[in-house]
Structure formats: structure tokens, C-alpha cells
């Protein structure tokens, strides 16, 4: 995907996600043999969203990529486009949107991403968009400051809305283990709960949708969902 992008148009955008579940996917293509097969240097990283705190905090989204797949010797420094946590919520949100229209598509303010990866949260999270009210902002503005509580990690945090991830040409969410089963059932089931089930805002125009789960994570699918565990392919 990313040689015919880099092909076809000079650059490669990628939204990386945060949290836990990223991290072998990260690890594993900064190592052979997938380090000497993707183009790095055309190779442009963003983030889907970010924890408030500074760059070089452990729970920053940028410093977990740092240590995987963003090794300085293969991305130039140029290439990265990090989310400024470290300057709050707020300015952090209106400097990345700032940054996104330096790369966005003709029709847009915002990059038309080749990739966006996405994570899910035990409670149907994704990126940093939560369950409860969607805020009106969220409907017009690409990023947005939000504040919320999820398992210990950092509140203040800056995403991008639905509006960016909509119009991506892919997107791929990781999903893995058994806390995360009952949402995963509940977002790809019959019921259209968008408020409930943040995942559920997302449904790009165009773009294609791949979900890449762990059997713990699928144990609870209604049976009428078909997929293939990599033992069955
Ligand atoms: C973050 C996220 C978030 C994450 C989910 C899943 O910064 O926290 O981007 O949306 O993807 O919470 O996290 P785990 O993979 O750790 O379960």
C-alpha cells in the first residue's frame, strides 16, 4: 500500500494510534524484514490523538512510537508531526490543526490520511472520542480538547473527530483481549448507538475499514458477523 502511494503521489501519511495494543505492530515493522521494505523517507507520521503531558513522558502517544517505530536514523525529523501536549489541551488542538492544513487535500483543511490505525477502549473509545454527548465542535473542527478518564492515563488530550477520520482512504483498528469483547460486539452489532459507542462515528465516505481483533476480543460476536482468524486463512 504504501510503495504504490509513495508512487503515485510522492508522500505517504500515516495516523498512528496510542495505548497499549500498537505497540508489536510498531515494533515489528521498525525490524527486518519490514524495516527494509516500507519508505521511510516519504513516510509522513501524525497522530489520531495525544495525552497532555510532555514528549518525553512515558505515557505521551509520540515517545511510545519514539521507541518503536520511529527511529531517528530511518524518519527524518521532518517527517514527524506530533501533537504539542506538553502546551495543553487547547493550544495543543488549534497547533495541530494549524499543522494538518499545511498537508490537507484539495477539498479540505485536513490530509486525506493513506492510513489512519485506531485502537479501541474497553468502553467503545477510540482516539480520544468518549461515550456521552457529542460536542458540536466535534461536527466542524478537526481536532478537538477533551477531557477524560480511562484507566489511570492522562485526561486532558487532544483528537482528531470524525471529520478526519472519515475521510481517510484507510483505516485499520487493533483490537485485542477479552475486556474488550462485550464493545466490540456492541459496535459492529445491529444497534447504531453513536453517543454509547464512540467507534460507531466512524464510517468513511470512501475509504476502506479493516478490523484486525484477537480471538479474546471477537468471543462475543453474534454469530451473523463473518471473520477468519489468521489459523483459518
Ligand atoms: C490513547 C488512545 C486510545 C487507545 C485505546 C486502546 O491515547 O489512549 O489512542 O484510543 O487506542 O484506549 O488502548 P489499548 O490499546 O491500550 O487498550
Redesign the pocket.
Known sequence: MSEDTVAQGGIFSLAL??????QTLYHLLAQPPFVEQLPWSQMHFFW??E?CVPPDDPES?YEQARRTILKKELVPEENIHRIRGEWGSIKAAQDYAVQLRTFAAEDLAWPRFDLVL????ADG????LFPGQISADELVSPTLAVTAN?QG?PAPRVTLTPLVFNSAHHLMFLVTGKSKAEALAAVLGSTNNPKRWPVQRIHPSKGSVVWMVDEDAASQLPGNINYLFEHEL
Do not use: K, Q, V
Not at 17 to 22: I, K, L, W
Not at 118 to 121: D, Q, R, V
Open positions: 494510534a496510542g495505548g497499549d495494543t500498537p489520531g490523538d495525552r502517544n485506531l485502537g479501541m477502549g473509545h477510540t482516539a480520544s480511562y492515563r
